[in-house]
C-alpha cells in the first residue's frame, strides 16, 4: 500500500531563519506530488506541484520555493522565513490517471 | 481569484439529524469534485468523490450531489454523528488539470 510521510510534525523558527520540509512516498511510482498551506482560519493553498523529477510549477509567489530531487520526495524550502509564512503544511500525492489526492499529516510551523 | 467557494465557514447540526454542506464553483472546466475530512492538527482525509457524468453519488451515510448548470454541489451526511465533526473541503479539478482547488472549508459541529 502507498503511504506518505511528512516531516517534521510541529516547528518553530525565528524570522529570517531558513526553513526545510521534506516529504516523501512509498508504495508507488511516478507520482504527482503537491505543497499546500492551510493559514489559520483560510482553506487549502496550492503552493507548488510536480508531475516529475526537478519539474516544479509555483501557483503562488511567496517567498517559498520546491523541489524534487527524486520521484518520491519533494522538499519545501525557504532562505529567510517571514512571519507570514505561519501556517500548516501540507504534502500530497495523486496518480497520474486519478485526481483523488492523499495527504501527509501536516507541518505545523510558527515563525517567531 | 476564488475558483471554488465554501460560503458558510461553520454549521451546527443536532445528532441523528441530517447535515448539509454546500460547495459552488465557478470553473465549468472542472468536471470532477471530491470532498474531504479535515480533523486539526491532520491532513484531510478523501470522503467521496463525483463526476460531472452523474448527479448523485453515494457511500454509506455520505451523499454528494451535484448540479453542474447552477455549478453547485453539496455533501449531505444522514444521520449525523459526533464523529462527523470536523471541518469539511469540497475540491474540484478540471480536464488533464494536475491539480486539486479547494474551497475554504467549512467547520460542522455535531451536536449531542
Known amino acids: 500500500s502507498q503511504t506518505i510521510h511528512q516531516w517534521p510534525a510541529t516547528l518553530v523558527q525565528p524570522v529570517g531563519s531558513p526553513l526545510s520540509l521534506e516529504c516523501t512516498v512509498e508504495g508507488t511510482s511516478n507520482p504527482n506530488l503537491y505543497w499546500y498551506r492551510q493559514a489559520a482560519g483560510r482553506g487549502l493553498q496550492l503552493l507548488f506541484y510536480s508531475v516529475g523529477i526537478g519539474q516544479i510549477s509555483s501557483e503562488v509567489p511567496q517567498n517559498l520555493s520546491a523541489s524534487r530531487p527524486q520521484d518520491r520526495q519533494f522538499i519545501l524550502s525557504s532562505k529567510k522565513l517571514l512571519l507570514s509564512d505561519s501556517g500548516f503544511y501540507l504534502c500530497?500525492?495523486?496518480?497520474?490517471?486519478?485526481?483523488?489526492?492523499?495527504f501527509g499529516q501536516g507541518t505545523r510551523l510558527t515563525v517567531v | 481569484d476564488q475558483q471554488v467557494k465554501q460560503n458558510s465557514p461553520s454549521l451546527s447540526v443536532q445528532e441523528g439529524r441530517i447535515s448539509i454542506l454546500n460547495c459552488d464553483y465557478t470553473n465549468s472546466m472542472f468536471d470532477y469534485f471530491l470532498w474531504y475530512k479535515k480533523y486539526p492538527a491532520e491532513g484531510p482525509t478523501f470522503l467521496i468523490s463525483?463526476?460531472?457524468?452523474?448527479d448523485k453519488n453515494e457511500d454509506g451515510r455520505f451523499t454528494v450531489f451535484l448540479n453542474k448548470s447552477a455549478k453547485h454541489l453539496s455533501l449531505h451526511i444522514v444521520p449525523s454523528q459526533p464523529g462527523d465533526s470536523a471541518v469539511y473541503f469540497c475540491a474540484a479539478s478540471g480536464q488533464g488539470a494536475q491539480k486539486l482547488v479547494f474551497g475554504q472549508g467549512t467547520r460542522l459541529t455535531i451536536n449531542p
Open positions: 463525483i463526476s460531472s457524468i452523474k
Open positions: 500530497a500525492w495523486t496518480h497520474l490517471t486519478n485526481t483523488e489526492a492523499f
